[in-house]
């Protein structure tokens, strides 16, 4: 399995991004997805993490700005990114737990990099 996260860039105060992170493999189904986000100095942070039933979870700081999604039949996990804050800028990793054939995986995409800055 591996997961592959891309919709990094630039962008202004405010503006809006929309991350992906595509899983490919055999995979029967992806039991636990979430972002999470690592800026230089500090920690890597959950950001948003969802379950196979929908179920989310959002940290303080992405609740009404930051939505959480997926899609089954593509296998991908979506971050929907509004009201972009300085603070935002990171390094943002998607995780996943995974079905397959062989078993319950847990995996990390490469990240992808989000700068807010004007």
């Known amino acids: 399995v591996q997961l592959q996260a891309s919709g990094g860039g630039l962008v202004q105060p405010g503006g809006s991004l929309r991350l992906s992170c595509a899983a490919s493999?055999?995979?029967?189904?992806?039991?636990?997805a979430a972002w999470y986000r690592q800026a230089p100095g500090k920690q890597r942070e959950l950001v948003a993490s969802?379950?196979?039933?929908?179920?989310?979870n959002y940290a303080d700081s992405a609740k009404g700005r930051f939505t959480i999604s997926r899609d089954i039949a593509k296998n991908t996990v979506y971050l929907q990114m509004n009201s972009l804050k300085p603070e935002d800028s990171a390094v943002y990793y998607c995780?996943?737990?995974?079905?397959?054939?062989?078993?319950?995986?847990?995996?990390w995409g490469q990240g992808t990099l989000v700068t807010v800055s004007s």
């Open positions: 995780n996943a737990r995974v079905t397959t054939s062989r078993g319950v995986g847990d995996y």
């Open positions: 493999g055999t995979i029967i189904d992806i039991n636990y």
């Open positions: 969802i379950t196979a039933s929908r179920n989310t």
